[in-house]
């Protein structure tokens, strides 16, 4: 089955840095991948997302880059802020027929310093 | 709009009991999916159902099981509670599952003593 690997796993910055985020995903046939924030005690919500035939994907702060080559896709977050200190987790799926199923990377703990 | 909800919120239950999680998704969506958040295991896929069928299984016990009903309201079922069954459960709802997002309920976190 799908596995997917996510670094690193703890990520400090000073505010106004830039964080990245990589994610490598073991199955080829993988076509969709989400990425999550969940900030303490609240659940993941969305917060960007790439279909495997776009090869980068920006929403103001935030971008998602994908290489299908390589398999792996990766999360930056630009100018970063004391709010954007949460878990976030990258997933990949297999789209149309995945029928519900998200495989989650282990999550990495953004913790932005003021 | 309303968002995912889920009953109970909390749940303690003793080794070897049974329990019964719900989940109410967004008006609208069909595809309902059940994870496992753990500190060690993290995000771990259950089962979906769409259509009061289950269309997808992740690798989890046979106690581990689930059904959807005419409303789309989702139930998970977990028999035989075993201390490794303590976790964070959420549910997400999506339109159709595929490429549509997720919408993650608040989750049931259940303690197994």
């Known amino acids: 089955g799908e596995n997917v690997e996510q670094h690193p796993s703890t990520l400090s910055v000073q505010e106004g840095d830039s964080a990245v985020i990589k994610c490598t995903y073991s199955?080829?046939?993988?076509?969709?991948f989400p990425w999550y924030k969940q900030e303490l005690g609240k659940r993941p919500q969305l917060i960007i997302d790439i279909r495997s035939n776009v090869g980068e994907k920006k929403d103001q702060r935030i971008a998602v880059t994908l290489n299908k080559t390589a398999k792996h896709f990766s999360l930056h977050i630009t100018e970063t802020q004391p709010e954007d200190s949460a878990v976030y987790f990258c997933?990949?799926?297999?789209?149309?027929?995945?029928?519900?199923?998200?495989?989650f990377g282990q999550g990495t703990i953004l913790t932005v310093h003021p | 709009k309303a968002g995912v909800t889920q009953t109970p919120r909390y749940l303690i239950k003793t080794r070897g009991q049974q329990v019964t999680l719900s989940c109410s998704p967004i008006s609208g969506h069909r595809s309902v999916s059940w994870y496992q958040q753990t500190p060690g295991q993290g995000l771990q896929f259950l089962f979906e159902y769409f259509s009061e069928t289950q269309r997808n299984k992740g690798n989890f016990p046979g106690r581990f099981s689930g059904r959807q009903f005419s409303n789309s309201r989702s139930e998970m079922n977990v028999s035989t509670l075993e201390l490794g069954d303590s976790a964070l459960y959420l549910c997400?709802?999506?339109?159709?599952?595929?490429?549509?997002?997720?919408?993650f309920g608040p989750g049931t976190r259940l303690t197994v003593t």
């Open positions: 199955d080829s046939a993988s076509n969709y």
């Open positions: 997400a709802s999506s339109l159709q599952g595929g490429f549509d997002e997720q919408y």
């Open positions: 997933a990949a799926s297999l789209g149309g027929t995945s029928y519900g199923k998200l495989t």
